[in-house]
Structures are given as structure tokens and as C-alpha cells.
């Protein structure tokens, strides 16, 4: 399936959560502020987060300073 992360296209399995594609990314949930079709969605909702074909997503690193 289908879905689109920071305006570039992405071929996932079926199934795969937010956390898992996020992984496949090289970041992690507790990093990274997250916006799923329009919603800000909590770190503690990665896991439990299952991606659908068409989604879109907004992924924006975390920096201190």
C-alpha cells in the first residue's frame, strides 16, 4: 500500500505501524513530532497506530538547543 511522508511517496506492507515505518526511517517515536491525515498523535501512539493506504503523514525531527 500507499501512503506519503513529508510530501515524498512510500511503498509499505499492509499492517505496518507508525512505529515500524518510522523505524524503516531511522528515527524513533519519542524523537520525531507526528501528524497523521491532519492529527498531532502522541509518541505513546505509535505502536498502536496502524498506517492505511492513502495516508499522509507529517514528520518533523526533535532538536534541542
Known amino acids: 500500500m500507499k501512503i506519503v511522508a513529508n510530501g515524498e511517496h512510500f511503498e509499505i506492507e499492509e499492517g505496518s505501524s507508525l512505529s ?8 524513533r517515536a519519542g524523537m520525531v513530532v507526528v ?3 491532519g492529527e498531532a498523535l502522541s509518541p ?5 497506530t496502524i498506517l492505511d493506504d492513502g495516508d499522509s503523514l507529517e514528520v518533523v525531527q526533535i532538536v534541542a538547543g
Open 44 to 48: 505513546s501512539e505509535a505502536d498502536s
Open 20 to 27: 515500524q515505518f518510522l523505524e524503516s526511517l531511522g528515527k
Open 35 to 37: 501528524e497523521l491525515n
